[in-house]
């Protein structure tokens, strides 16, 4: 028998980068002055301003994040038409030791991301899930060939500087934090602007 040839058919897009350089002081002192504004999340605490990214002391930071969307949406969603990716909301959620943040996805967003400003490589990580309802009903998976067509969930560590984009339908969580540092992190959703659909089709959709 030939060997089979497997494609990786509709794959979820997960981007990773770094904003390669490092957070000012300025910055650092407007993060960390947020931890005397937060409320309660699932497993941990977020900042009540959930318009972070329209602070002026995140004004670069935005900058980089706009371009870093942009740079997304040509190279994998790839509109005809002239269309950006802007930022709704934004907010920082500060993550302790044995703490964590709850399982969820993004609704009223195309594409969601996360800007690490305090993460340890060794420790912090991301985990996504599968989107396929099938996988509830599966044989118990070898722990030892766990890849990406049998897993129901996977992992990617995260350090300081870290960006990530992924669709916001994507459900993702936080395990129980280890080591002794805050996980700090700067979430946001983003929605298309811009002309989509066409008049003649009837399908035309102005944001």
């Known amino acids: 028998m030939r060997e089979p ?3 990786n058919l509709f ?3 997960i981007y990773i980068t770094d904003i390669d350089r490092k957070f000012t002081k300025k910055e650092l002192d407007f993060v960390d002055n947020q931890k005397n504004f937060i409320s309660s999340n699932e ?3 977020r900042t009540t301003d959930s318009y972070i990214l329209n602070q002026k002391e995140l004004k670069n930071i935005k900058q980089i994040i706009d371009s870093t969307c942009q740079d997304y949406l040509e190279r994998i969603i790839c509109p005809k038409k002239n269309i950006k990716l802007y930022v709704t909301q934004s907010w920082l959620n500060f993550t302790e030791s044995n703490q964590f943040h709850h399982r969820h996805e993004h609704p009223n967003s195309i594409i969601s991301g996360v800007l690490y400003f305090n993460a340890d490589e060794k420790n912090d990580l991301i985990k996504f899930f599968h989107p396929k309802k099938y996988l509830a009903i599966s044989p118990e ?12 969930s996977w992992w990617f560590s995260v350090k300081t ?3 990530i984009l992924f669709p916001s339908s994507t459900t993702h969580q936080v395990d129980i934090k280890k080591g002794n540092n805050t996980r700090i992190s700067l979430a946001f959703n983003t929605f298309y602007k811009g002309k989509l659909g066409k008049n003649d089709d009837l399908t035309e959709l102005i944001l």
Do not use: A, E, Q, R
Request: charged content about 20%; glycine content about 8%.
């Open 5 to 7: 040839i497997i494609h």
């Open 141 to 152: 998976i070898d722990d030892k060939k766990w890849n990406i067509w049998n897993s129901k």
């Open 11 to 13: 794959p979820t897009p």
């Open 43 to 45: 497993g941990n605490v």
């Open 161 to 163: 500087g870290n960006l």
